[in-house]
């Protein structure tokens, strides 16, 4: 195994912060067994809990990062959480070109820009998205059809009660969808929260 890539991954959860219990969260509740990451950079913990994820990044540090796929793959099979051997991929590409991929069970968008629109052909129907809205791709998602918010997970817990008071801005105005894809930037709301999650419902 080289290990300079899984101090590079070790320095980076340092920096980002553990992700680990989120993503364990989510993949229990839904029997997530399928996933793709559009803009994953090198945030490698969705393996540890999910059989097959396909990461997909542009940025050349992540690029030259999964060229070390078998050191990657060593790691995780150490570290994962399920019986079965995990399946690692990784695309070099905007997320916005086409993805040939099957689809998947649950689509991860995490500061990274609206990965929820961009991928959104790749879900499943009835698939989840799991989105904060650093960037507006959960306001996105509230305000498309496609999806339907169903939780909100705040310190890794998921709750599904009372989520007509989320994505209600002070002044009672609604959402200015062209300004939000312009600034890319989410917006704040009376009640926010750090994750959502949304079902792809068509
Ligand atoms: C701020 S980082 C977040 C990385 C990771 N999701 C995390 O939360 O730790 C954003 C990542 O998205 C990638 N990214 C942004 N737009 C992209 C695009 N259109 N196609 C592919 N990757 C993209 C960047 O290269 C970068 O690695």
């Known amino acids: 195994m080289d290990k300079k890539v899984i101090k590079e991954y070790q320095?980076?959860?340092?920096?980002?912060?553990n992700r680990k219990e989120l993503y364990k969260t989510v993949a229990d509740e839904y029997d997530i067994k399928t996933a793709i990451y559009p803009g994953s950079h090198i945030d490698i913990a969705p393996s540890m809990?999910?059989?097959k994820v396909i990461y997909i990044d542009n940025f050349k540090g992540a690029i030259k990062f999964f060229k070390q796929l078998d050191s990657i793959k060593e790691y995780i099979e150490e570290n994962k959480e399920y019986s079965t051997p995990a399946e690692i991929n990784f695309l070099g590409q905007d997320y916005n070109q086409p993805?040939?991929?099957e689809e998947v069970d649950l689509i991860i968008s995490q500061y990274a820009g609206f990965v929820g629109q961009a991928a959104k052909d790749s879900l499943k129907i009835g698939g989840i998205l799991l989105c904060n809205d650093s960037h507006g791709?959960?306001?996105l998602a509230k305000h498309d059809q496609d999806y339907k918010l169903i939780a909100v997970i705040e310190n890794n817990k998921i709750k599904?009660?009372?989520l007509d008071k989320y994505f209600k801005l002070a002044n009672?105005?609604?959402?200015d969808i062209k300004q939000l894809k312009?600034?890319?930037?989410?917006l704040k709301y009376e009640k926010m929260a750090g994750n959502y999650l949304f079902r792809k419902v068509k």
Do not use: H, T
């Not at 009672?172 to 959402?175: E, F, L, R």
């Open 99 to 101: 993805l040939e991929i």
């Open 49 to 51: 809990f999910i059989p």
């Open 172 to 175: 009672g105005k609604p959402v």
């Open 11 to 17: 320095d980076y959860i340092n920096k980002i912060g």
């Open 182 to 186: 312009e600034k890319m930037k989410g």
């Open 160 to 162: 599904k009660d009372n």
């Open 137 to 139: 791709d959960a306001s």
